[in-house]
């Protein structure tokens, strides 16, 4: 589904990303770890094409496409969602409004015809109660004077919403209370499918006590230093991450 | 269509009453006397009016262009301003849409306007405007058992004269401004409105379906009297860019609101506004000032898209005690546009109340600036004022400017004073194109978020079209 080779990036001119390399299948759930500054929000960046992120060398392939050659918002329409780690908000727009708007590029990008109200509506309901978000914020404009909390679960209910094939989670964790982690992870667990991908970028073990990868990388110094099924993580809240940055070294 | 409907539009045009021994339809350009008088005499008006023409004309004479604003334009040459055209016959237009311009068709399309409306804005001489005539006089016929008088003002000069008499520059003063004076001298056409006591308007009263639209041109005068108890809305304009050869717009709009009287008056601006490099486009000068007496209500809501230039302050004179004065305003302007648009609230009345709501957006190389007077006068016991004044920037090439006069004499007078500075930010635009959205449709979007409350106030069609419109008005100004 998605595959990198290579990559390298940089922001404003520092070099970030120096030869990544990673392989996603339909159904695997990746967790992408590692030490601050290593490049791991920038992955989702880069893959999602945010602008002042220069690819300088290697390449992405999503769904057979280039990944890099497509825009934002058309990578977005083929199925690549990215939860941001720090939501903006946009006043006067409504959730409700946003969500339709997003859905209707998709269907578009498909040649469907826009949804209509009753069925959005009714599974913009439901999606509210799966992540236990008040249908009433709707009808408030998107993220404004959401708590931090609320924000993480918006982003979640716009994932639900768009039904991506492959799924990246930045640090979606970060900021949430116990309870809180338990809704994203259930609403997580329960989008997993056989053609469904997620890669979820967290500093944190919890995160894959709820939600449990088949796979779990280590990102440092731009690149994936060492990979491993769920007993890594284990390993890594264990030791930290100097060890592995030694041994690179 | 019938032959009564063929037969009704055509007796229109004799009713209109153009009738003048006059031969020549056409003056060199410039304004003396001899304009004016030949302007009156052309439109068989009475004396007392080419008298009132005149001494406004000698009162303009000794004043000069207003230079407070904040916009910069070349001196707009009046020696070679034709004051008076007569009204084009559809022979003169295009005789079909292929022979219009096609990036003006290539907006209508986008804005969704049907055929006909297309052909009838473009000026193309065909039936179909004989469709909108035959709705006009429909219209005419349901005003008429309300009682209300709802006509070109020329006419009205001829039909109600007593009202003309008593209300023309009873608002706004023939040397009020200098654009003021020219129009008072020179105005062209315009609507009429009177709206008898105690009655309520049965419809939305819209410039769009006023007979004798044609060439109102760029003197627009209007006056609307709301006699006691009386409630009207009246639209004025379209949402669809109209073309015009005057560069120089200046027009006047009087309000009256007797006692408990309401007048809701929208506009949708959207002249030329020059191209892409700053080319062309409508100079637009306007005076629109409302007087509202005890217990009545005056609101305007307007939303500016188009001139190069726009100059611009509706205004209410809060006279009669407990009288309301409202204003809500989304102007834009993108490449090369320049505004300076506002409005001023007079509190004369005790309890008196005003509300400002302006929304600027600045985008391309544009400057936007908003200038508002409240003024408390001294018999203004328990008065207030909101303003709300906020500005959107899109890019980093524009210009948001806010000017706010506060004058308060008495002290039990209440004044609030918001203002916000926003950018649209790459952020935004990030969210809204990672969920699949482009960047023209997430500004669209994100500009419509912020004129939301100013929206909500315009009849629902018209704020369909106008959302619609803002979007058509911002292409190309990201990316």
Redesign the interface.
């Known amino acids: 589904m998605l595959t990198i080779e290579n990559l390298h990036a940089s922001v404003d001119g520092t070099d970030i990303l120096k030869g990544l390399n990673l392989s996603v299948k339909p159904g695997e759930v990746h967790a992408i770890m590692g030490p601050n500054g290593s490049g791991k929000s920038t992955l989702g960046h880069v893959l999602a094409g945010r602008p002042g992120y220069t690819v300088t060398a290697g390449s992405a392939t999503f769904l057979g496409q280039n990944l890099l050659e497509l825009d934002t918002e058309q990578r977005a329409r083929l199925g690549l969602f990215l939860a941001f780690q720090y939501p903006v908000e946009i006043p006067g727009v409504s959730n409700m409004e946003f969500l339709k708007a997003a859905v209707d590029a998709q269907r578009e990008q498909r040649g469907e015809k826009p949804i209509d109200a009753v069925t959005f509506m009714k599974t913009a309901r439901e999606n509210c109660k799966a992540v236990d978000l008040d249908p009433a914020f709707l009808k408030r404009g998107v993220n404004e004077g959401f708590s931090g909390g609320e924000k993480k679960r918006n982003e979640l209910l716009q994932m639900m919403m768009l039904q991506p094939r492959l799924g990246i989670l930045d640090e979606t964790d970060s900021g949430l209370d116990i309870d809180a982690l338990q809704v994203v992870a259930r609403g997580v667990n329960a989008m997993r499918s056989p053609d469904r991908a997620f890669v979820m970028v967290t500093h944190y073990q919890r995160l894959l006590d709820f939600i449990e990868p088949d796979f779990v990388h280590v990102l440092a110094g731009g690149r994936i230093v060492r990979s491993g099924d769920k007993s890594l993580a284990l390993e890594l809240e264990a030791r930290g991450y100097a060890w592995l940055e030694e041994e690179v070294a | 269509m019938s032959q009564d409907h063929i037969d009704q539009a055509i007796s229109r045009e004799y009713a209109a009453g153009f009738i003048s021994d006059i031969e020549s339809d056409t003056i060199p350009p410039g304004l003396d006397e001899g304009v004016i008088r030949f302007i009156s005499a052309k439109k068989g008006e009475p004396e007392w009016l080419l008298e009132w023409r005149l001494e406004a004309y000698r009162g303009w004479l000794q004043m000069s262009e207003p230079e407070w604003a904040h916009v910069q334009y070349p001196p707009v040459d009046l020696a070679e301003v034709s004051f008076y055209s007569s009204p084009k016959s559809m022979e003169d237009g295009p005789k079909s849409l292929d022979e219009v311009d096609p990036d003006l068709l290539a907006m209508y399309e986008k804005l969704g306007i049907p055929l006909h409306e297309q052909e009838m804005l473009a000026g193309v001489a065909v039936d179909a405007v004989f469709d909108s005539v035959s709705v006009a006089t429909t219209f005419r016929s349901k005003l008429a058992e309300a009682g209300v008088i709802f006509c070109p003002i020329s006419e009205a000069v001829h039909s109600h004269p007593e009202l003309v008499r008593k209300y023309l520059g009873s608002v706004v003063p023939r040397r009020d401004n200098y654009y003021a004076a020219l129009n008072s001298a020179v105005f062209s056409d315009g609507s009429f409105v009177y709206i008898p006591k105690g009655v309520r308007c049965p419809m939305e009263l819209s410039t769009y379906f006023r007979i004798n639209e044609a060439k109102t041109g760029q003197f627009e005068r209007t006056l609307i009297i709301a006699d006691e108890a009386s409630h009207v809305s009246y639209l004025e304009g379209c949402t669809a860019p109209m073309r015009d050869e005057n560069q120089l717009h200046a027009a006047v709009v009087e309000l009256v609101a007797l006692d408990g009287a309401q007048i809701k008056y929208s506009t949708v601006q959207n002249w030329y506004p020059g191209d892409a490099q700053g080319k062309g486009g409508i100079y637009n000068f306007v005076t629109k000032r409302g007087v509202a007496h005890r217990d009545s209500k005056i609101s305007w809501t307007q939303v500016e898209t188009g001139s190069a230039v726009t100059w611009k302050y509706p205004s209410c004179i809060l006279r009669g005690d407990n009288s309301v004065g409202e204003f809500y305003s989304v102007a834009l302007t993108n490449n090369y546009q320049q505004a300076d648009t506002g409005t001023k609230m007079i509190h004369l009345g005790k309890n008196t109340r005003s509300t400002i709501i302006s929304k600027g957006i600045s985008a391309g190389k544009s400057s936007n600036a908003y200038r508002g007077l409240v003024r408390m006068s001294p018999k203004a016991n328990g008065a207030r004022n909101y303003t709300q004044c906020d500005s959107l920037l899109i890019g980093d090439r524009c210009a948001a400017h806010t000017f706010p006069y506060i004058e308060s004499r008495n002290p039990s007078a209440v004044i609030e004073h918001e203002a916000t500075t926003s950018k649209v ?4 635009l ?10 023209e ?1 997430a500004v669209s ?2 500009v ?5 409350e100013v929206f909500k106030e315009l009849p629902m069609e018209f704020a369909v079209e106008a959302g619609k419109l803002l979007e058509v008005s911002l292409e190309g100004s990201v990316g």
């Open positions: 930010s790459d952020d935004q990030y969210l809204c194109q990672q969920r699949g959205l482009d960047a449709k979007m994100i419509n978020g912020f004129c939301k």
